[in-house]
């Protein structure tokens, strides 16, 4: 019996659950948000909580300058630091090339970000089912995120355009008003 034993296995021996979990995570920190199956992404907002609780924990010291912390924050801060980087690669790659420093990231970017939040710091979607094995798909997202679209409207074009319009007519529907106003107090 599997009694007080948590997380899943996968099917998998410990180093290679382990390596799985550790990409994952890396690549929710880098993109903020990616496509995995549920399970998965059940047992990867474990991990990746626990790793920014532990930056949120520190408050201002996680992202204030080195130069500006004293000798017993410089050492909080170096040992969140390395308690984060010894679970996640210290680099990733953003779908354009780029190298995106993830422990630098953890501790300015989203430890700046979910600073006054106890936890609860991702997001699951479901998307349905893959087809090739009927496996449940789910995004794993960052609760801040930009939310998941099927088509991606430029907002300011749109605004622009019916801004210029909506005035107009208010300001014709404001006169047509203080007109009406005007003859309904005259005639009353």
């Known amino acids: 019996m599997r009694h007080k034993k948590a997380g899943r296995q ?32 059940k ?35 170096l040992h969140a630091e390395r308690l984060v980087s010894s679970y996640v690669p210290r680099f990733g790659v953003k779908a354009d090339g780029t190298k995106v420093d993830v422990v630098e990231k953890v501790m300015l970017d989203l430890s700046k970000r979910f600073e006054g939040r106890p936890g609860g710091y991702t997001r699951i ?9 009927n496996a449940p798909m789910v995004y794993i997202e960052f609760i801040d995120a930009t939310p998941v679209t099927d088509k991606q409207a430029p907002e300011e074009p749109a605004a622009a ?22 003859e309904t107090a005259s005639n009353e």
Do not use: C, W
């Open 125 to 133: 979607i479901k998307l349905g089912n893959r087809r090739g094995d």
């Open 161 to 182: 355009v019916t801004a210029e319009p909506t005035s107009a007519a208010s300001a014709s529907a404001e006169s047509a008003s203080t007109a009406s106003s005007g």
């Open 10 to 41: 996968f099917g998998r021996d410990t180093s290679s659950r382990r390596a799985m979990l550790r990409n994952l995570t890396a690549n929710l920190i880098t993109h903020e948000r990616i496509e995995t199956t549920d399970a998965k992404a």
């Open 43 to 77: 047992e990867l907002r474990r991990v990746a909580e626990r790793l920014i609780t532990k930056a949120t924990r520190l408050g201002k010291i996680a992202y204030t300058a080195q130069s500006e912390l004293s000798a017993a924050d410089k050492a909080r801060r």
